[in-house]
């Protein structure tokens, strides 16, 4: 894969910008995000602008990008990380310390190339590394009509939890939660090994 896998930049928040509206022009869009791209259309380049650099910055959350050879970005994911006890971003208050995935998204034509595998790769990584009490889990909500991407997170190993949430707008319609464990490992190959990581999905899903 000759993609390029990195956090975003701060100063990079007009494209950061663009790859937002294109999702949500997505045709799952509607039971993948919360917004819409109108709301989205409609926000100041000062949102936009305090968002990236928040996701640059990586204190509480941490937007990577996938970048095509030609300089498109090709996808994206945002992980929020939620500690217990804290504000949760989206869905229920952490009950453990743990990462949130939101915002995946892989343009159609860059779709079967492994390009998500290699942003939740990232995201997995940045999350078990993050300093502080280790983080217990990635959760992530998949919308219950989206059966494309509730069998692939099945697929790459993401459990549901039981845990639903009634959809924003449309309260007759479920959330699903499911979770990744954080590998447990021996205190033999505690230092030598990385963590085992999930195949991942070319559905989108974010908030």
Same mark, same amino acid.
């Given at each position: 894969?000759?993609?390029? *896998?990195?956090?975003?930049?701060?100063?990079? /928040?007009?494209?950061?910008?663009?790859? !937002?509206?294109?999702?949500?022009?997505?045709? *799952?869009?509607?039971?993948?995000?919360?917004?819409?791209?109108?709301?989205?259309? +409609?926000?100041?380049?000062?949102? /936009?602008?305090?968002?990236?650099?928040?996701?640059?910055?990586?204190?509480?959350?941490?937007?990577?990008?996938?970048?095509?050879?030609?300089?498109? /970005?090709?996808?994206?994911?945002?992980?929020?990380?939620?500690?217990?006890?804290?504000? %949760?971003?989206?869905?229920?208050?952490?009950?453990? $310390?743990?990462?949130? =995935?939101?915002?995946?998204?892989?343009?159609?034509?860059?779709?079967?190339?492994?390009?998500? $595998?290699?942003?939740?790769?990232?995201?997995?990584?940045?999350? /078990?590394? =993050?300093?502080?009490?280790?983080?217990?889990?990635? !959760?992530?909500?998949?919308?219950?009509?989206?059966?494309?991407?509730?069998?692939?997170? !099945? !697929?790459?190993?993401?459990?549901?939890?039981?845990?639903?949430?009634?959809?924003? +707008? $449309? @309260?007759?319609?479920?959330?699903?939660?499911?979770?990744?464990?954080?590998?447990?490992?021996?205190?033999?190959?505690?230092?030598?090994?990385? @963590?085992?990581? %999930?195949?991942? @999905?070319?559905?989108?899903? +974010?908030?």
């Amino acid at each position: 894969m000759d993609y390029v *896998v990195r956090a975003v930049r701060a100063e990079e /928040w007009a494209r950061a910008k663009e790859i !937002r509206l294109a999702a949500l022009r997505d045709p *799952v869009a509607s039971i993948a995000f919360l917004e819409t791209y109108e709301q989205a259309l +409609g926000r100041p380049d000062v949102f /936009w602008q305090e968002r990236t650099a928040g996701a640059a910055a990586g204190e509480h959350s941490r937007q990577f990008i996938a970048e095509a050879p030609d300089g498109q /970005w090709a996808g994206t994911v945002s992980v929020l990380v939620e500690r217990a006890g804290g504000t %949760p971003g989206f869905g229920e208050a952490a009950e453990v $310390d743990q990462a949130h =995935l939101v915002g995946v998204f892989v343009r159609p034509d860059h779709r079967g190339r492994g390009v998500v $595998d290699a942003l939740f790769r990232e995201a997995i990584d940045w999350s /078990w590394s =993050l300093a502080g009490p280790p983080l217990e889990r990635v !959760r992530l909500y998949v919308h219950e009509a989206n059966a494309r991407a509730e069998a692939s997170y !099945r !697929r790459i190993g993401f459990l549901p939890t039981g845990r639903t949430l009634p959809m924003e +707008g $449309d @309260p007759a319609a479920l959330e699903l939660e499911f979770e990744f464990r954080r590998p447990k490992r021996t205190e033999r190959t505690a230092h030598t090994e990385r @963590p085992e990581h %999930p195949r991942s @999905p070319e559905a989108e899903r +974010g908030r």
